[in-house]
């Protein structure tokens, strides 16, 4: 899910004249100018406040040390997609910091503007994440300190009616002169918030500066394998040309860089091999 707003007569154009390709082949991840490093996103994570009293009941007290435990599930899987990006490839840095968004700096308002609907003042609905995203990404954007991190991520309890598991601010990190780089994620399973790992990859793929969805692109996804395909396959790993093009595009230079380690890219090495095998 993105936030860029198009026409429909300039969707309309786009989807009757561009000319889509067939399914890329898996194609591993390049190093432009060697030595390349991997780019850490530095993120500030934040609990819906039911999200957090549930969690707080399986821990039957401070659900901290848990919530540590659930975010490490989930950024050792999304960190293992994001790898496979090119030049070093990109890691979610968290350091086990969360808060529940009541005792946070974040203070919400009861509405929001609605970019999406003609910038109409609407009433936030706590039961649409969109409408979650807008007000979150506000509240954000009045910060004093609004860039003092690359990524704000709010955690919600996933809706069950509503299809959409995430959402994300396109082309914001390192933008700062975009709308508030946010995300919400939301959470199906208390005992594993891993569950949806590669939905939460794409949207930061959004964030990073995938503008647009794999379908606008490609004739087809075999076996729901395109990251950036909506929707996204339960069992999707393969960042398609098209997403590596953009995100190469966008600069990203203001994220630290880690210099990868002998060891460590004999792993990244093994685990590219692995998911090549799997899309052959």
Not at 43 to 65: C, F, H, N
Request: hydrophobic share 40%.
């Amino acid at each position: 899910m993105i936030f860029k707003l198009w026409s429909p007569w300039l969707l309309f154009w786009v989807s009757c004249t561009a000319q889509k390709s067939p399914p890329p082949e898996f194609v591993g991840p390049v190093c432009d100018k060697p030595p390349c490093t991997r780019r850490v996103i530095k993120v500030k994570m934040y609990i819906e406040d039911s999200l957090w009293d549930r969690m707080a009941r399986e821990a039957r007290g401070d659900p901290t040390e848990l919530l540590g435990v659930q975010m490490d599930i989930i950024f050792r899987c999304v960190n293992r997609l994001l790898q496979h990006l090119d030049n070093g490839g990109f890691k979610v840095d968290f350091a086990r910091d969360v808060v529940k968004l009541n005792r946070s700096e974040i203070v919400l308002e009861d509405t929001y503007v609605d970019r999406i609907n003609g910038n109409k003042t609407t009433k936030v609905d706590p039961t649409d994440i969109i409408s979650q995203t807008f007000q979150f990404q506000e509240a954000v954007q009045k910060l004093p300190d609004r860039h003092s991190t690359d990524l704000r991520i709010l955690f919600i309890t996933e809706r069950g009616s509503d299809p959409t598991l995430a959402t994300a601010e396109e082309t914001c990190i390192c933008n700062p002169d975009w709308f508030g780089c946010v995300a919400v994620f939301s959470i199906a399973f208390l005992d594993n918030w891993g569950h949806n790992a590669n939905v939460f990859a794409h949207e930061i793929g959004h964030a990073l500066g995938m503008d647009l969805h794999d379908n606008q692109f490609y004739t087809s996804n075999p076996k729901s394998r395109l990251l950036m395909w909506v929707p996204v396959g339960f069992f999707a790993t393969i960042w398609s040309p098209e997403a590596k093009r953009r995100i190469n595009n966008q600069d990203n230079s203001c994220l630290t860089k880690e210099i990868l380690s002998s060891k460590e890219e004999e792993v990244e090495v093994e685990e590219v091999e692995e998911v090549d095998d799997i899309f052959s």
